[in-house]
């Protein structure tokens, strides 16, 4: 058991404390606990056997008790009480998107609905609209929540995936017997969702690495298990399939593991069009050089080697052919972090620990964007408050030789286009993010109205989370994205990437057709914590599926030069 688990029990808490209508100050209690714990840089084990927990603030006698408990034991008396408690499909319908507690409470108390497909039922009939507290368009907006949810089903964050993927890697490969382990499949290719693991391995011993694999996964439920094939699923339910193979059709398994289907029929075609048949474990028919690697393997094809993000048949083979495939960013390419927050704002980590954090990682530049003074969501900066931490940031620069800090701000766009503050404010900054987080519900042209506004504005630097969506969990807000682009390209706005791994926004299929008409981009974790800096690969994931070169990125410029776009226009 980590901290991390010890988080999502005390948020799973808060929502069933809500489902049963429990009073508000014990909800925010145990949702603040479960932040205060992810956040939590020291060891929990060692507070947990001091019993010093109610020394953190937000941790009181209760919380600490009942944390403790599930430490010591695996199990928590107050949790499984309420688990009892709650219809199961309660908890189903909590996951459509837009329907909160209270909601589902009242459906299922005045209708006697308690799961999705009721409520669906329902909706459609137009049962829900007489409801009090509902309507025609809240009946609306739950059928679309169920469509989002169904449209999502199965499918996990990527971000949530790739760290339990990579330590079974890292176990993997650890052992002799494996003489070579890969992730395969949509997160190998750094999909933003993925329906679940694909493990390959090279190995002459199928039997002991199949069960050296049970044994790092022993809750999970084995759904089969053979000789070249185990699949098993975790309690979350994700699947994770083991393909294991001879050392010799390792990089054919490899690469056609890797997918995705619509590039592997290119390729195969290909293949056959140069008189091979090429499968899962082995290319024959012609005489060939020997593949031991995938990078042999697209070379008897005639092709140099296409990365992984790329293959999604977008192009990708006719560019191999001719030579043009672009130099993908890496994140060894990144000099510098924009876009992220700190404990004056909505972070939990102050403005020392970002920048010591930061430059602990190597980056030369780090860009504050607190949250501007409306955010009241957010506990944005009044004037006086952005002053002071401008002071701040003036003595970080005046002590650090390393880092530098740059000032900037993250400003709300106002429903009406205009910006949180006012341009004699924003003529300070280093730099101005600009973003939208409330009045989601506009008409589309309404909304792009509003963005094109604030993008003509000359102190914005970045158009931050372009389209508002959460993966799985919310859709874009309606716009002519398309338009905004457009003009965020003649403007020379930068359009950020934000790889916070629930956004993943822009989308890299935007991104793509974006850059080709010149739009630059920033890759920016919108960190809210130091930790929140470790995002930033899943940014470089998005990028590089959108084939952005070191060019398009403006992070990988020097402080000055970085500068000198973010202030282009002034
Ligand atoms: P996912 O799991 O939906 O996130 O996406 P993938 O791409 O990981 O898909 P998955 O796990 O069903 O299969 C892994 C790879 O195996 C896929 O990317 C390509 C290959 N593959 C699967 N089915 C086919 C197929 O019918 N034809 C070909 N050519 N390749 C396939
Ligand atoms: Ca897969
Ligand atoms: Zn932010």
Redesign the pocket.
Known sequence: MDKRDVSRLLSEIAVLLELRGDNAFRVRAYENAARVIDALAEDLGVRVEAGTLTELKGIGEAIAGNISEYWRTGAMTFYEGLVDATPPGYLEMIRIPGLGAKKVRALGEALGITSVAALKRAAEKGEIRDLKGFGAQSEKKILKGIALLESGAGRFLAGAIRPIAENLLDSLRARDDVEAAEI???LR?W?ET???V?LLVATRKPAAVTKAFLALAPEATVIASGETKTSVRLASGLAIDLRLVAPSEFPFALH??????AH??RI?ARAQDRGMSLNEYALSGKRHAAVKTETDLFRVLGLPYIEPELREDRGEIEAAEGEALPRLVREQDMRGILHCHTTASDGKSTLEEMGAAAAARGAEYLGIADHSASARYANGLSEAELKRQEKAIDAWNASSATLRILKGSEVDILPDGTLDYPDSVLERLDFVVASIHTSFAMSDDAMTARIIRALRNKYVSILAHPTGRLLLQREAYRLHLDEVLRVAGEEGVVVEINANPHRLDLDWREAMAARARGVRFAVNPDAHHVSGYDDIRYGIGVARKAWLTPKDVINTLPVEKALAVMRERR
Request: proline share 0%; no cysteine; net charge positive.
């Open positions: 395969g499949g949509s290719r999909a993925v329906k679940d694909d056609y593991f890797t997918g995705s289907v592997n029929i195969r």
